[in-house]
């Protein structure tokens, strides 16, 4: 049995020339494996390989770390790589690998078994290989697996965030596609179809069919199940274009009502006809509901109600609208939601400052709360408003409706919704496009709340440097992340005696543990470098350092003095992003 040859620069490869098939350990007696002096045969030696024996790379194909992956190598085979081979290592024409374990032998066995079934020349196909070699067809690892731990490895196939889209390049279809085993796992496992999401296919042009989707949601067993049907463009009209496969699906999805969890629709697609069907118990298991789309409440009727009529489970409701917001009154008396078992609300849809109290008064386990668009409506009289206590809020945003902030609204919006409630816990506050600023109801709800608020948005409201202080004073020992963008109409209220005055300072200065600051333009107006000094104070003091700044301006030379001081930073360490005319330059070093 000739030496092979030992490559310089090249990794390790053993050859030999051709023994007979079979086991892995047929090609060396009981002496060579004991004293580890055996060799490997080439590819072409053995008659699998592609190369000639005259090419110098004819010894690498069966190497350690060849192309088919490296079997795992034992301790023993580990350590004794680290010693000191035999002296044949020595002279340049022969080479022999280390003492190995018969673990390791073992491992090389069952992947050079595996590399003979894999050559497509060798057999004429893989079943008539195993009939002729029976203990290669043993030796294949994904055999060995139990269908347990094959159903969860599934399961990490599936995408990590949002909903299953049918597809067969994708699992669950692709993996019940490979061989009758795989695919009687993959329906055994129920987890694998409990998440879907409903599209029309820009290609074809056309919705999964029904039987596909009664196949699919019937497989996931008595899962929860996750839906999620409603298109990506909100320009989508495929609800005229194709009312008819509409129905069939929202009928389809009907029938298994009884397991919905976690449910996104497509308002347009949910017709009349299809929720007359809904039956009396509605879905008990529904936990998270989600409207999306036009919001106009002329379209749906008491009957979507019947949905969560008995769902002791409903915790979150979501409506985001795509365009205008609506203008129709009335969200209370179409939507009869169960407040009082809500921890999340988040509202695209305009409702009125009533409205808004009223949902905040009735939801005592609201733990989130969005109402993006809040009009005037009509607004309670002081004497009548009673005081709510939310223990469990969190987070909580207020945004005036974009109509009432163009048109230069009079009435306090916000100022009466802050003096109704209380948050001892709340986190994060939001207030925003609000035209007449109230210093004194933000102070009242922050004394009688004294929550310790890490985060603080005011996006587009007009209030004074004196006001703004004022809110510091409040929020100073708490405060993490700060967010001021203000209009293009409302005055400067980050002047350079409130930044000096945020600037570090050993004798105290506010907001001393703030992390992130956000600020536009019109925020820092007069700055003149005095803003980027404040960042620049608090970036070297080792202690609190300040992490991430966002700067949204009109042009770099409008600002060159803070720019100027901001990329200075940048290059050792802070986080900016600059946003110049629309376009975001985000340079972020870690």
Not at 28 to 45: D, H, M, N, R, V
Request: charged content about 20%.
């Amino acid at each position: 049995m000739p030496h092979p040859s030992h490559a310089k620069g090249r990794r390790l490869s053993l050859s030999a020339k051709a023994a007979p098939q079979g086991s892995f350990t047929h090609f060396f007696t009981s002496e060579q494996l004991e004293s580890g002096s055996f060799c490997i045969p080439s590819a072409y030696e053995s008659g699998y390989g592609n190369t000639s024996p005259t090419q110098p790379s004819s010894y690498g194909n069966y190497a350690l770390g060849n192309s088919y992956g490296p079997p795992p190598a034992s301790p023993s085979y580990i350590s004794a790589s680290n010693r000191s081979f035999s002296p044949m290592m020595q002279n340049s024409n022969f080479y022999a690998p280390p003492p190995v374990s018969p673990s390791y032998i073992g491992a090389l066995n069952a992947n050079f078994s595996s590399m003979q079934m894999s050559d497509p020349r060798t057999l004429s196909s893989t079943r008539g290989h195993c009939r002729t070699y029976p203990e290669a067809r043993k030796s294949r690892a994904i055999h060995k697996l139990t269908k347990e731990l094959c159903g969860m490895i599934f399961l990490h196939c599936l995408p990590n965030e949002g909903y299953t889209r049918p597809s067969r390049l994708a699992a669950p279809l692709s993996i019940s596609q490979v061989c009758r085993r795989w695919r009687s796992i993959a329906l055994e496992s129920p987890k694998l179809w409990c998440s879907i999401h409903i599209m029309r296919n820009l290609r074809a042009r056309h919705f999964p069919s029904p039987a596909l989707l009664s196949a699919w949601l019937t497989r996931a067993g008595k899962q929860r199940l996750e839906i999620c049907f409603a298109p990506e463009d909100p320009d989508d009209r495929s609800h005229r274009t194709h009312a008819a496969e509409v129905k069939q699906i929202l009928d389809t999805l009907v029938y298994f009502i009884d397991r919905w969890s976690d449910v996104k629709l497509y308002t347009r697609y949910v017709n009349m006809s299809s929720l007359k069907h809904i039956p009396s118990t509605g879905a008990p298991r529904l936990e998270s509901l989600e409207l999306v789309g036009p919001s106009d409440f002329k379209e749906f009727s008491t009957r979507v109600s019947n949905i969560w009529a008995a769902s002791p489970r409903f915790k979150e409701f979501k409506m985001e609208h795509w365009g205008a917001p609506s203008t129709s009154p009335g969200f209370l008396s179409i939507f009869n939601l169960p407040f009082q078992q809500l921890t999340s609300i988040s509202l695209s849809s305009t409702v009125s400052v009533i409205e808004c109290i009223r949902m905040l008064q009735f939801s005592q386990k609201l733990v989130n709360c969005v109402f993006e668009n809040i009009s005037v409506g009509s607004l309670p009289h002081p004497s009548n408003a009673k005081v709510a206590t939310l223990h469990n809020l969190r987070s909580l945003e207020l945004t005036v409706d974009l109509l009432e902030f163009d048109n230069h609204s009079q009435h306090m919006i916000l100022a009466p919704i802050l003096n109704t409630i209380k948050a001892p816990r709340l986190q994060s506050l939001l207030l925003g496009s609000e035209e007449r600023w109230s210093q004194q109801a933000f102070d009242a709800f922050m004394g009688w709340s004294q929550c310790p608020l890490e985060s603080l948005t005011l996006d587009v409201v007009s209030l004074t440097d004196k006001d703004l202080e004022k809110c510091f004073h409040r929020v100073s020992n708490t405060l993490t992340h700060l967010k001021i963008h203000t209009g293009s109409d409302h005055p400067s209220p980050l002047r350079p005696a409130l930044l000096q005055k945020l600037s570090f300072d050993p004798r105290g200065f506010y907001c001393p543990f703030l992390k992130t600051i956000s600020v536009n333009r019109q925020t820092i107006l007069g700055s003149d470098g005095a803003f980027g000094s404040m960042i620049k104070s608090r970036w070297y003091n080792p202690g609190r350092r300040l992490r991430k700044v966002v700067l949204e301006i009109d042009t770099k030379r409008e600002h060159y003095h803070d720019v100027r001081r901001l990329e200075n930073m940048q290059r050792e360490g802070l986080k900016l992003d600059i946003s110049e005319r629309g376009n975001v330059l985000s340079r972020c070093f870690y």
